[in-house]
């Protein structure tokens, strides 16, 4: 499942993995993940698998939309796999995303620590 929710060092963390998927299935899992958002308790901590995936412009043009009302129901951004376009890509989203931006991390585990510490 592309949207699951993983604990680290006590932290709920949603886990958002767009790897393998095409383009259809990015556009879904990024509904899924807005609804997961939207449907929190309280922030949420989020971090998302990017690795050996190229989205398409149709999901930027979404994801940055979705980014301003998801802003308020996050705490910590985090994501993997922000090389080469998706780097530029991520600039985009951040425009969006403010004052909440999605920090880009070389491993899972760096990414996970980050979003676990203060």
């Known amino acids: 499942m592309p949207v699951s ?5 006590g932290h709920d ?5 767009y790897r393998n998927l095409g383009p259809t299935e990015c556009l879904e899992t ?12 309280e922030p949420v901590l989020t971090l998302v698998d990017a690795r050996g995936v190229v989205f398409g412009s149709e999901f930027v043009r979404v994801a940055k939309i979705a980014a301003m009302p998801n802003t308020a129901r996050t705490r910590k951004r985090a994501v993997v796999g922000a090389d080469g376009f998706n780097k530029v890509l991520l600039a985009f989203f951040n425009s969006a995303a403010t004052p909440v931006p999605m920090k880009p991390f070389a491993t899972i585990e ?3 620590d980050d979003l676990a510490g203060p």
């Open 110 to 112: 760096e990414a996970l």
């Open 30 to 41: 990024l509904h899924d993940q807005a609804a997961e958002i939207d449907g929190a308790r």
């Open 13 to 17: 963390i949603l886990y958002v993995d």
């Open 5 to 9: 929710w993983v604990e680290h060092r």
